[in-house]
Each structure stands twice: as C-alpha cells, then as structure tokens.
C-alpha cells in the first residue's frame, strides 16, 4: 500500500520486457558510430537531401535540425493561449503527410477535438464552426473532400491513457511493439500525475523529463513534450528560465522551442524582429538545439484554424509602437 498500483505495474512490465532482450541488444563499438558518421558526410557531399528525420512541414527548422530525430525530446513551451498545442498538431500533421506514425496524449482535450481541429486546417473551415454551427452547403463540400484526405493518417489516440506518466510510457511501449510508431507527443507535462511520494513538483516534472527523453532514446523515436511558461507582465518574451515548475526540463531536451505570439500582448516583436508585424504572425525560438545551435524564424498563424504555416516575405510595420518589448 505504500506505492501506487499503477507505478508497480509499470515498473513490472518494465521488468518482465527485459527479459526479452539479449545482453548484447545495444552494443556497438566506435568503428560502428562513425560508420554511420561517414554514410552521412557521403551523402551530403553527394547533395542528397539533409532532411535525416521526420519533416516538421517548417522549411527553417526541418532545414537546420533535419526534421524530427529519433532518440530526442522536443519540448515546445509558451505561456497559456499562445497555441502550442495547435503547434504540436502542425508538427503531427505534416508528420503524418509524409508516412510517420504518431501517438497523442492529450490532458484536456478528447480525439473528437484534436481531429476537428486537423480537419479545421485541411479544409480551412474555422474550428468554431465545424464544432458548433451549421456548416453551409460549400463548407459541407469542402469538409468532406479534406476529411477524406486526412482520414488514413497515421496518427494514433489512447484514451485510457491520458493523466498518468507510467501508463502513458506503457502505451508508448505498445504502440512502439505493435505499431512501430515514429514518435509520440505529451500534452502536457505540468498536469500529469506522476505519483512520486515525498517529491516536489519540480522534481516530479524533472523526473518525467528524463523518463520521457530516455524512453525516447530507448525506443529510437521522437517524443514531443509541451510545457507552460510563468508569466511575465513586464516582458512577455519567453525564455527557458521561465519553464513552469523546473529548469530541468530543458536540461533533459534535446531541443527546446519557444513559442511568441505579441499579438496576443498587444507588443512589437523583439530584435531581430522589430520590424516585423505581428498580426497573423508567431515566433519559434529555438532556445536550445543539441547540434543544431540557436535560432529564430517567424511562422504565419490562422487564428480561425489554428493553423501554423511557414511564411514566404515577413510583413512589415511602418510604424513600432511606441512601447518596448521587453
């Protein structure tokens, strides 16, 4: 009775999986690394395509990280309501376009949302109207040809499997065995139950970072984690240290990309930035990228479809206002 029936099962399933492995599963030698190494300096210089993970469907990050890697943790933060779970969805969905296979986790909303939310951006419908109005005879046209071009994508749910950290990482598991999943995606980290007796919330949310990147190395998939920001009223501009409940989140990612609507503060955007209009427009910031270094891009954001897309000119303001960014 002194732990939780679920951590015991887990941690039971974890250990009996073990049993079917051979004590070499895993072992490689520096010869084998950098075999691998030399296949990708070749085919580099032989200007085949640098994209060596799963393309996100945004040229500058796809461009700069390769797409999505296996064996990493992605963490996309923001403060509340600045669309990071519609982030994760573009992520997902431009995924699947291309053949990978994913899982979500979602602590707040069920499929019947998330899909609608998808067939909200194939078909350009606003999200609010295919959820509760009556769609017009056109809308009903164009809803049906783009439910019919998403509805084979491989994009998994697990309903039974939403609060908890350990049935979640269970799941993940199976859908690795039976699905061969690609990646998986947690939204999100600060409304998890962890079940770690005597611990902070910091170091529970610390716990599950690592739990999460070392089942994706583990696996060899992507696992997609969002987490909130604190807020700050004098200077919305996120930044890692303002990860809700542990700086050790961003210490277990592999990349950390911080999501900045001004819009929605009513504020310009930051250098490089300031020129930059800030309606209809988002900013990623890769605050942390193992191997790929710092970076910044502006995305273009349908608030109607929740849909972020990459931009091709940056709109520009004539006048800043009058009030910093920061």
Known sequence: EEEDAEHVQAKAGKDLASIYRRASDGISTLHD?????????????????????????????????????????????AEQGMGK????????????????????????????????????????????????????????????????????????FDDNSTSNIDTIIESIR??????????????YLQILNVHMKGNSPEQQLADVARRLKDLAKELDIWIIALSQLSRDKDNP??????????????????????????????????????????????????????NIGESKFIVKFDASTTHFYDIDELPKVENAMEEAPY
């Open 33 to 77: 690394g950098l075999a691998n190494v030399h296949q990708i300096v070749n085919r580099n210089l032989a200007g085949e395509s640098s994209l060596t993970g799963t393309p996100t469907g945004f040229d500058k990050f796809d461009s700069r990280a390769g797409g999505l890697q296996k064996s990493h943790l992605l963490i996309i933060a």
């Open 85 to 156: 779970t519609a982030l994760l969805l573009c992520f997902l969905r431009n995924a699947a376009l291309s053949g990978s296979k994913s899982i979500i986790y979602s602590m707040e909303m069920r499929k019947e949302e998330i899909s609608a939310r998808l067939a909200s951006i194939e078909s350009k419908i606003p999200i609010n109207q295919i959820l509760y109005s009556k769609l017009q005879d056109h809308q009903v046209e164009y809803f049906d040809k783009a439910v019919g071009r998403i509805l084979d994508l491989p994009i998994y």
């Open 174 to 187: 199976y859908m690795k065995r039976v699905y061969d999943i690609d990646g998986a995606a947690v939204d």
């Open 237 to 290: 501009v996120p930044t890692e240290n303002r990860l809700r409940g542990s700086g050790q989140i961003a210490e277990a990612a592999d990349i950390v990309l911080l999501l900045y609507r001004p819009e929605k503060k009513g504020r310009n955007y930051p250098e490089p930035f300031a020129d930059v209009n800030p309606k209809g427009t988002a900013m990623i910031d890769i605050s942390k990228g193992r």
